[in-house]
């Protein structure tokens, strides 16, 4: 994304959009990304039910940081591997708004049966269940896949399993050979999956909407290459994958729609260009020509084309944005010198331009200015304001902490961020800069960051990321990425700053074992408030998603989960072509 800086045509797009704050759900990892108002038709869906058939097109400038499913935790990567590839126990209701943020039977036969007061969960797979190759899908696909995200081969994944399973704490996964026992996972026979808890989990029906709880057959293990074909489980299998340039899927054929009340699988081929660029994508998808017209945009709208967007009534109804229930956020290395200094980190909560940050990326029509860790989706839909620090910061209590905390002429750092994030980098460099910090800004692929933030020994002391609740809860939220029990030397995912505080892992603990919601909820309120405090990291903006598709484009909407980005569940074509 990026941004504008003139307050008169900020204004201007954010009273011309008509973007909805409402309720959310997910992402992990390096996220970027609800419910609400979509700007679309008044069903909040664009172009009406689609027809069978047709090549739908997805227009990128990047490639899928991962497809294999125990380690996809990228919000659009999520939403587009369950949607096509694989299925999952259960899955999200596809659905605008708060419909969207149900969920229903997907390999299961029902949401689950618990027991054992919620430390013992039950499900039963569905007859009929095939992989792309023809084989039957059994309940040990299931617990394998699980098994796999315990690998320190795959790292990057979900942490929910590791968090949650009854299981020895040196595990490492079955790519060496070793499978759980039956005290963690069961499997009593082909459809029936028992996972065991280490203590009771309310909402597991939802976890295991993640790809973490898809089908991965033992025989087709390709470790680390997984991710080039994963074995379909869902109504697309690939054809072809050339990495960072193009895929085709094309119809699973023994994907069978009784199964599946979710997924309606419209177009014949799916074919997805990666090599393009944002601006480039946005002026293909504007001039709405020949095969663009059945396009649509998997990167979002480049605030360099908002404006011819908002002002051709034709091009603004092919629209998307939805505020994507996310929380961007300055992280800082808190195992790094002087991050590792509670007071350096609170300065710069004060030094931070969150207003010029915003404005990098695009303005009110992109972001909302974040003064709390949890997104509004998650606080009853009203943003708490913590510090009550004006949008453009406080540099003279930020150079007054600096002082007390023994940096009176400031210090250097380096901050890493992807190439399509230097504007926003630079933002951060010239607040810094008014506080005595210099930063060195180092710009990589996107897909290399979190190889470079998850590595202790490359991580430096500043990065720029982002974390979406998995689904509506705040359990998916502050304990994946403040739970310093979390933290690898590799592969570390989540907790980016490498906070590990005492305090917050006892309270963590104290909520997660809270029976009774409400409680729960204010809960996680309070303990943000506190995490605040200590400042791990800057929470920067919470971000919206616009996305444009063709005119030939049916069924696409924002759905509430996958951070506003478009449902793949239901999309096709008005005209098959």
Known sequence: MTRRTHTALAAAIAAALTLGLGACSSTGGSKDDNQG??????????????????????????????????????????????RTLYRTLTTFKAAPGAEGLKIEPDLATDLGQSSDGGKTWTFKLKDGL??????????DDIKYNVERSYSPELPGGPDYARSYLVA?????????????????????????????????????????TLPTFAPVPK??????????????????????????????????????????????????????????????????????????????????????????????????????SENAGCTTKLDMN??????????????????????????????????????????PVLTQGAPIDHFLIKPGGDTAKAKALLAEAGFANGFA???????????????????????GVEITITTVDPTAVNSITGDKAK??????????????????????????????????????????????????DRIAAMSDVQQANKAWLELDGKIMDKSPAVPLVWAKKPLLVGSNIAGAFAHPVWAGQIDYAVIGLKTAK
Not at 183 to 208: C, M, N, W
């Open 459 to 508: 991580q430096p002391g500043l990065s720029i990321g982002g974390w979406c609740p998995d689904y509506p809860s705040a359990a998916t939220f502050l304990p994946m990425i403040f739970d310093g029990r979390t933290i690898k030397d590799k592969g570390n995912q989540g907790n980016i700053t490498r906070f590990n505080d005492p305090e917050t892992i006892a309270e963590l």
């Open 37 to 82: 108002g979509v700007t679309t038709e008044g069903n909040g869906i664009i172009g009406g039910t689609p027809v069978k058939g047709g090549t739908l097109n997805l227009l990128s400038n990047v490639d899928f940081d991962q497809l294999d499913p125990t380690r996809n935790w990228t919000m659009p990567v999520m939403d587009f591997g369950v």
């Open 219 to 320: 025989a087709k293990e390709a470790g680390a290459n997984y991710s080039n074909h994963p074995v379909s489980s869902g109504p697309y299998k690939i054809e072809s994958y050339d990495r960072g340039k193009r895929m085709v899927l094309v119809r699973n054929t023994y994907w069978d729609q009784k199964t599946d009340p979710v997924r309606k699988a419209y177009p014949d081929k799916i074919v997805v260009d990666q090599t393009l660029k944002g601006t480039g994508v946005a002026e293909r998808l504007i001039a709405d020509q020949g095969d663009d017209q059945s396009a649509i945009s998997y990167v979002d709208l480049v605030p360099s084309k908002i404006s011819e967007v908002l002002t051709n009534p034709e091009v603004k109804k092919r629209l998307i």
């Open 334 to 375: 808190n195992t790094k010198a002087p991050f590792d200094n509670a007071k350096v980190r609170l300065a710069m909560q004060y030094a931070v331009d969150k207003e010029a940050f915003a404005a990098a990326l695009g303005g009110p029509a992109f972001t909302d200015v974040a003064t709390t860790y949890l997104p």
């Open 168 to 208: 020895p704490a040196d595990y490492k996964g079955p790519l060496a050979g070793q499978r759980l026992g039956k005290e963690s996972i069961e499997v009593p026979d082909e459809k029936t999956i028992v996972f065991h808890l280490q203590r009771p989990v309310a909402e597991f029906g939802y976890t295991v």
């Open 413 to 435: 750092t380096e901050l890493v961020t992807s190439t399509g994030g230097k504007q926003q980098a630079e933002s951060i460099q010239a607040a810094l800069k008014k506080v």
């Open 130 to 139: 095939k992989y792309e190759d023809g084989t039957p899908i059994v309940a």
